[in-house]
């Protein structure tokens, strides 16, 4: 079994509604799955695996205000709408050659970063980043413009 990293677009009403445990996190749609590309961007985008600095430190929350607790058995985090624009604004300005200067294979293999080992392929593991970025990119995108926000949990 995986650990799958998943965006929830959510309002107010259902981040509450999952709050109170009137709604199951596992009864909601699942916006955005990336698999296990989760622990390979944020460490792509912060340098380490849990602390990341806003706004791109968003684009993977895993720690610090963004912790809403634990609830259907995951521990969720949350991102504001202002929290979700900034992210995508810092992504927009984001260009393919610091992303790529950021990103080093090697040193997410002596991290350990997972899911990554000995062997993978640098150049198909940077398209697999870069389509993951595309995609988290138009989910932030559609949803700083709707004013929700956003869980991340992995599951």
Not at 40 to 47: E, H, P, R, S, Y
Not at 139 to 149: E, H, I, R
Request: hydrophobic share 45%.
């Amino acid at each position: 079994m995986g650990m799958s990293g998943r965006y929830l677009v959510v309002t107010d009403e259902l981040i509450e509604s999952i709050k109170s445990g009137e709604v199951s996190v596992h009864d909601c749609p699942v916006d955005l799955d990336i698999d296990k590309m989760w622990q390979i961007l944020q460490f792509t985008l912060n340098g380490n695996l849990v602390q990341g600095t806003p706004p791109l430190g968003y684009v993977v929350p895993l720690a610090g205000d963004q912790y809403v607790g634990n609830y259907s058995d995951m521990d969720l985090f949350l991102l504001s709408n202002e929290q979700v624009l900034e992210a995508y604004m810092a992504l927009e300005q984001l260009t393919t050659e610091e992303l790529k200067a950021w990103y080093s294979l090697d040193q997410m293999i002596a991290e350990g970063i997972y899911p990554v080992m000995e062997g993978w392929d640098a150049e198909e593991t940077w398209q697999e980043i870069i389509q993951t970025m595309d995609d988290v990119q138009a989910l932030f995108q559609t949803t700083a413009a709707s004013g929700n926000g956003i869980v991340f949990y992995v599951f």
